[in-house]
Every structure is written in structure tokens, then in C-alpha cells.
């Protein structure tokens, strides 16, 4: 007997149908006599619509407000999927984030737990019941409602199987496991296996949306076992993400390429040359809490250089305006910006052992006549920053000059 967590996302319960699913297999593995904690994310779209919906009222919202409001979507699949389970005759109990508790710190929107307390998930296991949990949410210390960022309910899985010791983490969704990358942008990628928590980090935070960041964050720290799989298909063993590189097998030099169109660049033109000027610039942006991804600093002459970097496509017209700000402080002669840029980037631990990755991706992609506008590296990963309308092609080629179609 195991204690499992299963995680389902939008797709998987977005209509009663495909809820009625979900209780037949949590109902299968509660009658092999398994302890089930399910985690469920709203209907698929129902998350656009509230902060849309919000949005209408205040073009701004209100963070706190906003999580109000979007923690809602949840509270219903965990009431639906309850009632689905106690139709075939399976005893369930919902909770959401706040009944649980999942505790979180006070940053709406974008919270971190902090703490999960499972004494009633506890007693409820052992009455024999299946504990199903609202993914996304949880709870500050002064009983406001918060959520975990966008696809946080994979995070809240994670979160679960590690407070609750969980034998395994299974996160169903509407692939069968992590593939070599996006099967709807290249219908010829290739699931894996297995995958390591480093690239499924690095693949994870480069874009690929198979699983939230910070639930392989929290896999890797705290030693969750964490399998994808679909919830469509009853066969399959889904991508197993693992401690340790499979020592037998001989490494692939790329395990996947991941892409993100949610990216702007800015660019400060003629500052002065000047210590501190990184500092005044990407502080008074951190200030804003606007995270910064790419930098890249011009060699300087006749005194002024040029400073540009990225950020999320959200925050573009901030940024800008921050900018205009810094520029009249500082002295500079022009702030550019483009919103309609991505980056795509190569994954793979075996690149540590192998020069040469790097000068192949440049090359295929100049075969293909694209333009790099920025390139950041890191030992496992290679990233570029390319003109948005190059993304497909950009990844396919990529796909295929590190025979990964194979
Ligand atoms: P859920 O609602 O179940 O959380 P998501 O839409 O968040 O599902 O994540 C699943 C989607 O992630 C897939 O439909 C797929 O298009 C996308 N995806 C992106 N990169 C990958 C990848 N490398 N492997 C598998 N799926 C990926
Ligand atoms: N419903 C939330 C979202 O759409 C959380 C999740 O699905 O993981 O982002
Ligand atoms: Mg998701």
C-alpha cells in the first residue's frame, strides 16, 4: 500500500465527463488499496476568464483581490471531483489551500508556501477517504487567500507528496510525459523516459510548461518522486524525472529544446560609461519587482555605452517607464524596446562534455537565415534571442540538428 498524490490539470477536468474520468482512475487506485491525495486545477480556461473578468472591473487589479477571485476556479473542480468520487461510491472529503493549511507568505499572486499542515489530510486517509485538495492556493498568515502563479497547481502537488512523504507525485495532464519539446510545435518530438530534475529545471524555467518551475524546485529539494503522465490513456509510464543521470546509458548531448515567446528586450542607448551603471539601471527596475533574464553590456567608446536585457512581455511597458525615469537621472540618448522577440534555448547535461554545441546551434540557425539577437549560456543550456516570428522554425531546426527526431 502507497501513499500516491495525483495531480490533474485544466484539461484533464474540464468538463463533467472528463471529471467523472478522473474519480475512475483516483477510484482504481483507492480500490488497490492505495492512500489518494488528488490535487486539481480549475476547468482549463476558467483561470483566463476570472482575471479577465476582473480586469473589465479594474484594469489593474488589486492583487489581493485578484486572488480572490482566481482561487475560485479551483473551489469548484475540488467540490465536483468530490461528488464524482462519492457517486461510484468512494468517500471523499475537498479542502481548499486554506482548509488544509497550506501556508503561504503574503506575495499575491506569486506566493511561496511556506508550510502545509496534514493533520487533516491525516485523519482523513486513514477513515479510508480520498483527500482532494484545491491546486493554486493557500493561505497567508493573516488568513488571506493567495496563489501560486500561473500552473502553480503542479507546485501544490509537489508540495503535498513532500509534507505528506508521498511514495510517488503523478502529474496528469493532457500529454503522456515530458517531451523532447512541445509536441504541438513539433509533432515529431520524442517522450522521455526519464529526465533529470536539472534539465527538467532548466527546461522548465527556459519555458516548457509541462511542469510549473518551482513544483521541480520543490521535487529536487525535498526528494519527491515525480512521474508526468496523461490522463487520457489508461497504459504508460510517463517521464519519471530523476536524482541521477543514468550512468549506463550514453548521455544524448541535447535532451530538449524549450521556447518562450513571453519575452521583450529594452535597450538604453549612449549612457555614460561609468561604474554603476548596471547597478542604477536593473536596480530600479528589481525595485519594481520585475525580474530581469538576459543582460548584455556593449563594449563602451567615446565614453557612453550601450545597455540592454529582457524581461517578461508583461512587464514591458513598466520596464519602459522605469526607463524614461532612470534616463533623465542618469543622461542617455535613446531607450528602444521590442516586444516581439523569444527566446529559445538547448537542454542537455551531456553538453558538459561536449565543446562544440553552441558553434552547431549558431550554424543551423544561420543556415536558416535567422538572427541572433542575444545569447546567454550556462553549462547545460544555450540560449538565443531571436525575432518572435522565427520561434517554429527556429525550434524544428534545432529539433533536428540535434537528432532528436530520431
Ligand atoms: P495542465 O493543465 O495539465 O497543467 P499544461 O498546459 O500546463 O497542462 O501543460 C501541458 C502542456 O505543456 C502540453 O499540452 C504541451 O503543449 C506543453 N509542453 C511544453 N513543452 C513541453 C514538453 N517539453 N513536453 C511535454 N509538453 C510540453
Ligand atoms: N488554474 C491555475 C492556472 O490556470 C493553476 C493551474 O492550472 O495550475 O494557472
Ligand atoms: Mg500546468
Same mark, same amino acid.
Given at each position: ?67 480572490? +477571485? ?7 473542480? %475540488? ?69 501560486l502563479g500561473r500552473g502553480g497547481s503542479d507546485t501544490s502537488g509537489v508540495a503535498l507528496a513532500a509534507a505528506l512523504k508521498a511514495d510517488e507525485c503523478q502529474i496528469y495532464t493532457d500529454v503522456d510525459g515530458v517531451y523532447t519539446t512541445d509536441p504541438r510545435v513539433v509533432p515529431e518530438a ?94 530600479? %527596475? ?35 517607464? +522605469? ?17 516581439? +522577440? ?65
Amino acid at each position: 500500500m502507497a501513499l500516491i498524490v495525483q495531480k490533474y490539470g485544466g484539461t484533464s477536468v474540464g468538463n463533467p465527463e472528463r471529471i467523472k474520468n478522473v474519480a475512475k482512475r483516483v477510484a482504481k487506485f483507492h480500490a488497490q488499496g492505495h492512500q489518494v491525495v488528488v490535487v486539481v486545477s480549475a476547468m482549463s480556461g476558467e483561470t483566463n476568464k476570472l482575471i479577465a473578468l476582473a480586469k473589465e472591473v479594474q484594469a489593474n487589479p488589486d492583487p489581493r483581490e485578484l486572488d480572490q +477571485i482566481c482561487s475560485t476556479g479551483e473551489q469548484v473542480t %475540488i467540490g465536483l471531483l468530490s461528488m464524482a468520487l462519492m457517486d461510484i461510491g468512494v468517500p471523499a472529503r475537498s479542502y481548499t489551500g486554506g482548509q488544509v493549511k497550506v501556508l503561504t507568505d503574503s506575495t499575491f499572486t506569486k506566493a511561496r508556501i511556506l508550510s502545509i499542515d496534514e493533520a487533516n489530510m491525516r485523519r482523513d486517509l486513514e477513515a479510508g477517504k480520498v483527500v482532494v485538495v484545491a491546486g493554486f492556493q493557500g493561505v497567508d498568515a493573516d488568513g488571506n487567500i493567495t496563489t501560486l502563479g500561473r500552473g502553480g497547481s503542479d507546485t501544490s502537488g509537489v508540495a503535498l507528496a513532500a509534507a505528506l512523504k508521498a511514495d510517488e507525485c503523478q502529474i496528469y495532464t493532457d500529454v503522456d510525459g515530458v517531451y523532447t519539446t512541445d509536441p504541438r510545435v513539433v509533432p515529431e518530438a520524442k517522450k522521455l523516459d526519464t529526465i533529470t530534475f536539472e534539465e527538467m529545471l532548466e527546461m522548465a524555467s527556459l519555458g516548457s510548461k509541462v511542469l510549473q518551475i518551482r513544483s521541480v524546485e520543490f521535487a529536487g529539494k525535498y526528494k519527491v518522486k515525480l512521474r508526468v503522465l496523461s490522463s487520457f490513456q489508461d497504459e504508460g509510464e510517463g517521464t519519471l524525472i530523476t536524482v541521477e543521470e543514468d550512468k549506463n546509458m550514453e548521455q544524448p548531448i541535447i535532451s530538449g529544446i524549450a521556447f518562450n515567446r513571453d519575452e521583450a528586450k529594452l535597450t538604453m542607448l549612449g549612457v555614460p560609461d561609468t561604474p554603476g551603471i548596471a547597478y542604477q539601471i536593473l536596480g530600479a %527596475i528589481a525595485d519594481a519587482n520585475i525580474d530581469v533574464d538576459m543582460i548584455i553590456q556593449n563594449v563602451g567608446h567615446d565614453g557612453t555605452t550601450d545597455f540592454s536585457f529582457t524581461v517578461n512581455r508583461g512587464d514591458f511597458a513598466k520596464a519602459q517607464g +522605469i526607463l524614461e525615469t532612470v534616463k533623465a537621472k542618469l543622461g542617455g540618448r535613446e531607450i528602444t524596446g521590442d516586444n516581439k +522577440i523569444c527566446k529559445v534555448s538547448a537542454v542537455g547535461v551531456g553538453m558538459r562534455s561536449h565543446p562544440g554545441v553552441a558553434s552547431k546551434m549558431f550554424k543551423a540557425l544561420a543556415d536558416e537565415g535567422i538572427n541572433i539577437q542575444m545569447i546567454s549560456t550556462s553549462e547545460i543550456k544555450i540560449s538565443v534571442v531571436l525575432d518572435e516570428k522565427y520561434l517554429e522554425l527556429a525550434v524544428r531546426v534545432l529539433h533536428r540538428t540535434f537528432g532528436l527526431d530520431q
